[in-house]
């Protein structure tokens, strides 16, 4: 069975750019959960999806936003980089609720906004 | 709002085993504990999820008091591959503030 995938590995943009990063989750998964990670705040949740619904969402600006399509797999965006926004975005599919059972990650997005 | 606390590092030796507390003071009544292992350049790898007492599967096993608190993620017999960072994550379905936390940076000594 093959892993969740996350498209692209590595990114560089400029400040004020706007990003677009995809997830395909296991097959048969319905939730999707997108992280941030950084060296100083570490795993940050962003929001989750559920059969093309948002159904959570962290404390995060407006500019992220996301969106799942009718066969799982999602994609985050974020418009008018930061250089904050520097960092590696994961994504994780389950089953069902992402905080009930366990979560697949993906290898990440390692994005660096210059 | 389920904070958790978890010791910055430690340190271990091969063979050892090795307890890891977290502490989850403002646990709500259908939040469940879960733990992950993160190794540098991947994503987080599922250990061990659980509600209340104990729960043990082939790698770990995870203790949580009566009062739910705290939880303590045990490894027995580890070896020099356990070393990574493990996450202490508190919530339900619905709780939009899921905090990992900074992790535990677990090192393994020869």
């Known amino acids: 069975k093959a892993g969740v995938t996350q498209t692209p590995r590595y990114l560089i943009k400029t400040r004020g750019q706007q990003v677009t990063l995809s997830c395909s989750p296991i097959?048969?998964?319905?939730?999707v959960s997108w992280y941030q990670q950084t060296p100083g705040q570490g795993l940050q949740f962003l929001f989750e999806?559920?059969?093309?619904?948002?159904?959570n969402k962290g404390n995060f600006p407006g500019r992220f936003s996301g969106r799942q399509f009718s066969n799982s797999r999602s994609e985050m965006n974020v418009s008018t980089l930061e250089l904050g926004d520097s960092a590696l975005y994961l994504c994780?599919?389950?089953?069902?609720?992402?905080?009930?059972?366990?979560?697949?990650f993906g290898p990440g997005t390692r994005l660096t906004v210059l | 709002l389920a904070k958790t606390t978890q010791p910055i590092s430690m340190d271990s030796y091969e063979g050892q085993e090795v307890n890891i507390t977290c502490s989850h003071n403002?646990?709500?009544?259908?939040?469940?504990i879960t733990w992950y292992q993160q190794f540098p350049s991947q994503g987080p790898r599922f250990i061990i999820q659980?509600?209340?007492t104990k729960v043990t599967n082939e790698v770990a096993s995870l203790f949580i008091p009566a009062d739910r608190k705290s939880s303590t993620l045990s490894l027995p017999r580890v070896s020099l591959s356990d070393t990574a960072v493990y996450y202490c994550?508190?919530?339900?379905?619905?709780?939009?503030?899921?905090?990992f936390g900074k992790g535990t940076r677990l090192h393994i000594l020869p």
């Open positions: 994780a599919s389950s089953l069902g609720a992402y905080v009930r059972g366990e979560q697949f």
């Open positions: 097959s048969g998964h319905r939730s």
């Open positions: 999806y559920f059969s093309e619904t948002q159904r």
């Open positions: 403002n646990i709500a009544t259908n939040d469940y």
């Open positions: 659980g509600y209340k």
């Open positions: 994550l508190v919530g339900d379905v619905g709780d939009d503030k899921i905090i």
